[in-house]
C-alpha cells in the first residue's frame, strides 16, 4: 500500500558538506516519443510554518518518475497569501526492495502555510544508467537535441537494489543550454547522496510546453524569475527553459527551485553560462 511518510514538525535543517568527485560527462541518445502522467495522488502536509523546512517521502514508490506539486492556502486568513517551496527531491531504495520518494520542503518566511502535496507519475521515453556512484560522488550527463522550444524534462533517478543498505540518489544542477550552431541541450547531474556505493536508472520524461515567457538578455550570474497563474485543474507545474542562441559561446541557464503561492507558482533561472544571453522560460502543466 502506497502512502506518505509525513514527520512532526522538524526543525531548520542544517547544511550539509558533500565531498563530490567530478567525473566525465556521458551523452544521451533521445528516442521518439512524449510521456505524459499516467496518474496521480495527493496527502496532506499539514501546516508549515515560516521558515520551516519539511522532509517527507512516498513509501512503495513505483519505478516510474514523480514530478511533484503543491497546493497552498493561507492557513490562518484564506483570504492572505502565503509560499512554500520545493527545495529539492531525491530517491532511495531500501535493501528490501521498496523505493521511496523523498521532497524537502521550505516554508516563507511570512505566513503560515496549509499545504497538500500533490504526485504526478510519470511514465519514461529513454533511460541512461548512472554508473556506479561512491557516496558524494556525481557524474554529468547531457541529452543533444534536446528541442527544449517544445519540451520540458523530467529526470527520475531510480536507484538500483543492494545486498544491504540503502541506495539513495538525487538530481540536481539542471540545465537548459543551446550552442552556437543552435543546437539545444538538456543537461543534469547525478549525484549519490546516500551511505552506500550504488548506481540508478536515470529515466527521463519529455513533456509538452503549455506556456513560455520570454524576459530580456541577462549576464552570467544573473537570475530572472518568472510568476505566473497556475490554470484550473492543473495540479503540477515543470519549469524548463529554451537559451537563446549566442554566437561567441553557449547560452545556459540552470533551473531553480519551483515555488507555490495559492493558485500561483514562481521560478527562476540562473545564467550559469559564460556570456549575456536571453531565455524563455518554459512550464509543462500537468
Same mark, same amino acid.
Given at each position: 500500500?502506497?502512502?506518505?511518510?509525513?514527520?512532526?514538525?522538524?526543525?531548520?535543517?542544517?547544511?550539509?558538506?558533500?565531498?563530490?568527485?567530478?567525473?566525465?560527462?556521458?551523452?544521451?541518445?533521445?528516442?521518439?516519443?512524449?510521456?505524459?502522467?499516467?496518474?496521480?495522488?495527493?496527502?496532506?502536509?499539514?501546516?508549515?510554518?515560516?521558515?520551516?523546512?519539511?522532509?517527507?517521502?512516498?513509501?512503495?514508490?513505483?519505478?516510474?518518475?514523480?514530478?511533484?506539486?503543491?497546493?497552498?492556502?493561507?492557513?490562518?486568513?484564506?483570504?492572505?497569501?502565503?509560499?512554500?517551496?520545493?527545495?529539492?527531491?531525491?530517491?532511495?531504495?531500501?535493501?528490501?526492495?521498496?523505493?521511496?520518494?523523498? *521532497?524537502?520542503?521550505?516554508?516563507?518566511?511570512?505566513?503560515?502555510?496549509?499545504?497538500?502535496?500533490?504526485?504526478?507519475? *510519470?511514465?519514461?521515453?529513454?533511460?541512461?544508467?548512472?554508473?556506479?556512484?561512491?557516496?558524494?560522488?556525481?557524474?554529468?550527463?547531457?541529452?543533444?537535441?534536446?528541442?527544449? #522550444?517544445?519540451?520540458?524534462?523530467?529526470?527520475?533517478?531510480?536507484?538500483?537494489?543492494?545486498?544491504?543498505?540503502?541506495?539513495?540518489?538525487?538530481?540536481?544542477?539542471?540545465?537548459?543550454?543551446?550552442?552556437?550552431?543552435?543546437?539545444?541541450?538538456?543537461?543534469?547531474?547525478?549525484?549519490?547522496? #546516500?551511505?552506500?556505493?550504488?548506481?540508478?536508472?536515470?529515466?527521463?520524461?519529455?513533456?509538452?510546453?503549455?506556456?513560455?515567457?520570454?524576459?530580456?538578455?541577462?549576464?552570467?550570474?544573473?537570475?530572472? #524569475?518568472?510568476?505566473?497563474?497556475?490554470?484550473?485543474?492543473?495540479?503540477?507545474?515543470?519549469?524548463?527553459?529554451?537559451?537563446?542562441?549566442?554566437?561567441?559561446?553557449?547560452?545556459?541557464?540552470?533551473?531553480?527551485?519551483?515555488?507555490?503561492?495559492?493558485?500561483?507558482?514562481?521560478?527562476?533561472?540562473?545564467?550559469?553560462?559564460?556570456?549575456?544571453?536571453?531565455?524563455?522560460?518554459?512550464?509543462?502543466?500537468?
Amino acid at each position: 500500500m502506497k502512502h506518505p511518510h509525513v514527520p512532526g514538525r522538524w526543525r531548520r535543517a542544517a547544511a550539509v558538506s558533500l565531498a563530490l568527485v567530478l567525473t566525465s560527462s556521458v551523452g544521451v541518445v533521445a528516442t521518439p516519443g512524449v510521456a505524459s502522467a499516467a496518474s496521480f495522488a495527493s496527502f496532506s502536509l499539514g501546516v508549515l510554518e515560516p521558515d520551516e523546512i519539511r522532509h517527507v517521502w512516498w513509501n512503495n514508490a513505483t519505478s516510474d518518475a514523480y514530478a511533484p506539486g503543491l497546493e497552498v492556502t493561507e492557513a490562518d486568513d484564506p483570504n492572505d497569501v502565503c509560499h512554500v517551496t520545493i527545495a529539492r527531491t531525491w530517491y532511495v531504495r531500501h535493501a528490501s526492495g521498496e523505493r521511496e520518494f523523498h *521532497l524537502e520542503i521550505h516554508g516563507g518566511h511570512g505566513e503560515r502555510c496549509q499545504v497538500t502535496v500533490w504526485l504526478a507519475r *510519470l511514465t519514461k521515453f529513454t533511460e541512461v544508467a548512472s554508473g556506479s556512484l561512491t557516496p558524494g560522488q556525481w557524474r554529468n550527463f547531457t541529452l543533444n537535441d534536446a528541442r527544449t #522550444g517544445a519540451n520540458v524534462y523530467v529526470v527520475a533517478p531510480v536507484p538500483d537494489q543492494l545486498a544491504s543498505g540503502d541506495c539513495a540518489i538525487e538530481v540536481v544542477n539542471v540545465r537548459y543550454r543551446t550552442q552556437p550552431s543552435g543546437e539545444n541541450e538538456f543537461a543534469w547531474r547525478a549525484l549519490n547522496v #546516500g551511505a552506500a556505493t550504488c548506481s540508478a536508472q536515470l529515466r527521463l520524461v519529455r513533456l509538452p510546453v503549455t506556456f513560455s515567457h520570454l524576459a530580456n538578455p541577462m549576464p552570467p550570474g544573473s537570475s530572472l #524569475g518568472v510568476l505566473r497563474g497556475i490554470p484550473d485543474g492543473i495540479r503540477v507545474v515543470v519549469p524548463g527553459g529554451m537559451p537563446a542562441v549566442n554566437s561567441a559561446a553557449a547560452c545556459q541557464y540552470t533551473v531553480q527551485p519551483i515555488g507555490y503561492w495559492p493558485r500561483r507558482s514562481d521560478t527562476s533561472s540562473l545564467n550559469s553560462g559564460s556570456v549575456t544571453c536571453e531565455l524563455t522560460t518554459t512550464f509543462a502543466d500537468v
